[in-house]
């Protein structure tokens, strides 16, 4: 089925963008949870690990085959509800700023979509995703050595009574550096592609649109993995200051280090970066056209 994508004229309301946006952001954790527990198990590696393998491939078939499946969803309901809270949160930011810098035919500059991303990046992180990354990276770190956690209500519980409720937002400044740059890329670059395509008259379709955000997710890997790595590092289930995390990276892997575990970050946002604008593309569509009847 085709994609209809409202036209830039049109002002899209922001519960059309709140419920498209958190079942696309819903759909993609669920689908592609595996290369997110790869890449932070990757990153969370210390140098005198050996029994464990550092290539992120390899680590899935080691858990899956030593551990079974299932570990490879340590922390995955977590992710699914912060990734549909974080979803839902940045593309109401997103539309709603979009809708005061957008011109008169509803075309949205690069500058002034990259903004629009940068904002809405520092929302999510704020609102939603800090608490939940925190929890999810303390978990896997977890899995692997202590496993003092039952489940991500129970990690929730021991952060807190053992450390306060500000411990939910350990890593906010380096989570919050990393959601408005990815934001603002992906968001960015996905604008950027939407015109291009608009402007050629390209007929929008499921194809077109998986395309244009698969392509949005690549850029923001390699433009944005330094940052992930750092928030990765604080918010290990010992926890780490910005510096902190920063320096055990170099210490441990040199500079290469703040690019480990991109390859599966690569196949996760190539996989996450189609899959969430496609179903936020269908989502909006049927809702406009329900909200309209």
Same mark, same amino acid.
């Given at each position: 089925m085709g994609t209809t994508i409202v036209p830039a004229k049109e002002k899209q309301s922001m519960w059309v963008s709140l419920v498209a946006g958190g079942v696309a952001g819903g759909v993609e954790a669920a689908v592609t949870y595996p290369f997110e527990y790869a890449k932070t198990r990757v990153q969370l590696l210390q140098t005198s690990t050996v029994a464990t393998p550092s290539n992120p491939l390899r680590l899935i078939l080691h858990v899956a085959k030593q551990e079974g499946i299932g570990y490879l969803y340590t922390g995955c309901s977590t992710l699914i509800l912060g990734t549909t809270a974080k979803a839902a949160?940045?593309?109401? =930011?997103?539309?709603?700023?979009?809708?005061?810098l957008a011109d008169e035919s509803g075309a949205l500059s690069p500058g002034r979509g990259i903004l629009a991303g940068v904002v &809405?990046?520092?929302?999510?992180?704020?609102?939603?995703?800090?608490?939940?990354?925190?929890?999810?990276?303390?978990?896997?770190?977890? &899995?692997?050595?202590?496993?003092?956690f039952r489940s991500s209500m129970h990690a929730g519980q021991v952060l807190v009574r053992t450390h306060g409720v500000s411990e939910l937002y350990r890593g906010l400044v380096s989570t919050t550096l990393k959601q408005s740059a990815t934001s603002a890329v992906r968001m960015g670059t996905y604008n950027i592609l939407k015109e291009v395509v608009r402007a050629r008259e390209i007929k929008p379709s499921v194809l077109t649109t998986f395309g244009m955000g698969a392509l949005a997710g690549v850029v923001t890997v390699y433009a944005t993995q330094p940052l992930d790595s750092i928030k990765t590092? &604080?918010? =290990?289930?010992?926890?780490?200051?910005?510096?902190?995390?920063?320096?055990?990276?170099?210490?441990?892997?040199?500079?290469?280090?703040?690019?480990?575990? =991109?390859t599966m970050r690569l196949g996760r946002l190539l996989l996450s970066g189609g899959i969430v604008f496609s179903v936020y593309e269908e989502m909006a569509s049927i809702l406009c056209a329900l909200g309209s009847r």
């Open positions: 949160v940045r593309f109401v =930011s997103y539309d709603t700023i979009k809708n005061t &809405a990046g520092g929302m999510e992180s704020v609102l939603a995703v800090t608490p939940t990354e925190r929890i999810k990276t303390a978990l896997i770190d977890d &899995a692997k050595n202590a496993r003092q590092r &604080a918010q =290990s289930a010992q926890g780490a200051s910005f510096a902190e995390a920063v320096w055990s990276v170099v210490r441990d892997h040199g500079l290469r280090g703040f690019w480990k575990g =991109s």
